[in-house]
């Protein structure tokens, strides 16, 4: 690339754009003749480059040839976090431990959650206080999006939620609940916590049968059975089951051990991890912007109808 020319550059960009040499022209005000005079050797006036180059989103560097062409963030974002997971995997051989790369992503995350910030004109190295620390977080709210992250060893996480304003995002998430109702239901039982806490101890491909989980917990066998049929009575769906089982055959009897998707697992985490943040707020915030203006639900009226299902009925 570094040996083209102005002319050649310029060709190849217009017909990559798929316009004429008329359009090109139009749009900077100049003759057809003049930019079939720059595509055969000659160069436009030194107030026209940056146009030319807004048109077809590159550097006047790169019209002249001596860069490469500009690359958007997201490619160069990508390109950086595949170069530090290739690096990790180089290091240590393993493909499960990416400790450089997770420090990468952390570090991407606090740049959008401080980046929000319109007052805010530098990168500032994201804080994780020790757990003897008062607890901290940092929070972006606004009419379309929340993030929050934990600042602390014991709550470091990070929540992004879409909330279009032309959807229901955030209504759909209270209707038809009952199977998170159960849910909810189940883990308000601490035998039940103990029991997915076992369930989740597990490694890939590991299972238990009720009679080891009920000795490894302490918790009566009865009381194990039940508990495992519940939880695979509300997460039964057409995708992945979070609680998988299969049957244990022997020359005795045939047996159901239990264990769980370690890709759904992440999910549990990030719920109960959540519901501490929520039942142990912290104490203060970093960073914290709150420019919502709309509630968080519509108000239902009465009869528990909106007012647009009660517009529709009259029609």
């Given at each position: 690339m570094a040996n083209n020319s102005f002319s050649?550059?310029?060709?190849?960009?217009?017909?990559?754009?798929?316009?004429?040499?008329e359009q090109l022209a139009s749009h900077l005000?100049?003759?057809?003749?003049?930019?079939?005079?720059?595509?055969?050797?000659?160069?436009?006036?030194?107030?026209?480059?940056?146009?030319?180059?807004?048109?077809?989103?590159?550097s006047i560097d790169y019209l002249?040839?001596?860069?490469?062409?500009?690359?958007?963030?997201?490619?160069?974002?990508?390109?950086?976090?595949?170069?530090?997971?290739?690096?990790?995997?180089?290091?240590?051989?393993?493909i499960d431990e990416h400790k450089n790369f997770a420090k990468l992503i952390?570090?991407?995350?606090?740049?959008?959650?401080?980046?929000?910030?319109v007052n805010n004109e530098h990168y500032w190295e994201r804080p994780t206080d020790p757990i003897d620390y008062p607890k901290m977080a940092?929070?972006?709210?606004?009419?379309?999006?929340?993030?929050?992250?934990?600042?602390?060893?014991?709550?470091?996480?990070?929540?992004?939620l879409h909330d279009p304003t032309d959807k229901n995002v955030l209504d759909d998430l209270f209707q038809n609940t009952?199977?998170?109702?159960?849910?909810?239901?189940l883990l308000s039982d601490r035998e039940n916590i103990t029991i997915m806490a076992y369930l989740y101890s597990l490694e890939q491909g590991e299972y238990a049968g009720i009679d080891t989980i009920a000795k490894a917990t302490g918790i009566k066998k009865s009381k194990?059975?039940?508990?495992?049929?519940e939880l695979q009575r509300i997460t039964t769906g057409k995708g992945v089951k979070p609680i998988k089982f299969v049957r244990e055959v022997t020359m005795e009897k045939e047996n159901e051990i239990y264990g769980v998707d370690s890709v759904v697992g992440g999910l549990f985490m990030g719920l109960m991890m959540i519901a501490g943040e929520y039942v142990d707020a912290p104490q203060g915030y970093s960073m914290q912007m709150d420019c919502r203006r709309v509630s968080w639900l519509k108000k239902k009226?009465?009869?528990g109808k909106n007012e647009d299902e009660k517009r529709g009925r009259k029609k």
């Open positions: 050649t550059t310029l060709q190849m960009l217009r017909k990559e754009r798929k316009v004429t040499q005000g100049v003759s057809p003749q003049a930019v079939s005079k720059w595509e055969n050797g000659s160069y436009p006036e030194g107030d026209l480059l940056p146009r030319i180059a807004d048109f077809f989103e590159v002249y040839g001596r860069t490469d062409r500009d690359k958007s963030f997201e490619q160069m974002v990508f390109e950086k976090v595949r170069e530090v997971s290739i690096d990790d995997y180089e290091k240590s051989g393993r952390k570090n991407i995350i606090w740049a959008i959650q401080t980046g929000s910030w940092s929070a972006v709210v606004d009419n379309v999006f929340y993030s929050y992250a934990g600042l602390r060893e014991d709550n470091d996480f990070y929540l992004f009952e199977k998170v109702e159960a849910l909810f239901q194990v059975e039940a508990t495992l049929k009226q009465s009869g």
